[in-house]
T-cell receptor, first 114, second 115 residues
Framework: AAGVIQSPRHLIKEKRETATLKCYPIPRHDTVYWYQQGPGQDPQFLISFYEKMQSDKGSIPDRFSAQQFSDYHSELNMSSLELGDSALYFC?????????????FGPGTRLTVL | AQTVTQSQPEMSVQEAETVTLSCTYDTSESDYYLFWYKQPPSRQMILVIRQEAYKQQNATENRFSVNFQKAAKSFSLKISDSQLGDAAMYFCAYRSGTGANNLFFGTGTRLTVIP
């Protein structure tokens, strides 16, 4: 079965640069979630989208923005990168109303900021 | 706000033995879901088991079962017949049944399986 796809899998950036992470949900899934997992930490919710509209917002810095496109893929844009942004970024997707919105996680994008 | 607490940063178990991982949570909601996720060295987040708060029966998935104590707000995971492949970080997670759909995670328990 198709899973959530994230690209790139690894990304290295310098401080103050920008980065764009992409997420392709499971086909027919309409909701996308972004989580950030710092080294040795638990995943923290950043933001989610349902039917291309922002649905919930967590601890997402103002330097970050995200959107969901007409094909339901989502992009997380990160600007003015800081060393503390180095983390594993997960995308998860779900289908509204199915199994009470059970989330399926992608493999993550590992961002390293030097 | 919902909080999830895992008081055991590390646990170890002998292969083929049974181990229980603890999780407590705090919420004022009556409708919610609880999950255990496994994160092996590959860092992939894998759903192990889920429990709906309105169900009194404890969930079971093969060698994995939970002890859900709603009044005590406790949600422990029991792994029976532990295998080397069970070695991973285990996260307990909470999701509201009526509000936002995002997951709140505990800080995790690292499980080591000793051959």
């Amino acid at each position: 079965a198709a899973g959530v796809i994230q690209s790139p899998r690894h990304l290295i950036k310098e401080k103050r640069e920008t980065a764009t992470l992409k997420c392709y949900p499971i086909p027919r899934h309409d909701t996308v979630y972004w989580y950030q997992q710092g080294p040795g930490q638990d995943p923290q919710f950043l933001i989610s989208f349902y039917e291309k509209m922002q649905s919930d917002k967590g601890s997402i810095p103002d330097r970050f923005s995200a959107q969901q496109f007409s094909d339901y893929h989502s992009e997380l844009n990160m600007s003015s990168l800081e060393l503390g942004d180095s983390a594993l970024y997960f995308c998860a997707s779900s289908l509204f109303g199915v199994r009470r919105n059970e989330q399926f996680f992608g493999p993550g994008t590992r961002l390293t900021v030097l | 706000a919902q909080t999830v607490t895992q008081s055991q940063p590390e646990m170890s178990v002998q292969e083929a033995e049974t181990v229980t991982l603890s999780c407590t949570y705090d919420t004022s909601e009556s409708d919610y879901y609880l999950f255990w996720y496994k994160q092996p060295p590959s860092r992939q987040m894998i759903l192990v088991i889920r429990q709906e708060a309105y169900k009194q029966q404890n969930a079971t998935e093969n060698r994995f079962s939970v002890n859900f104590q709603k009044a005590a707000k406790s949600f422990s995971l029991k792994i029976s017949d532990s295998q080397l492949g069970d070695a991973a970080m285990y996260f307990c997670a909470y999701r509201s049944g009526t509000g936002a759909n995002n997951l709140f995670f505990g800080t995790g328990t690292r499980l080591t399986v000793i051959p």
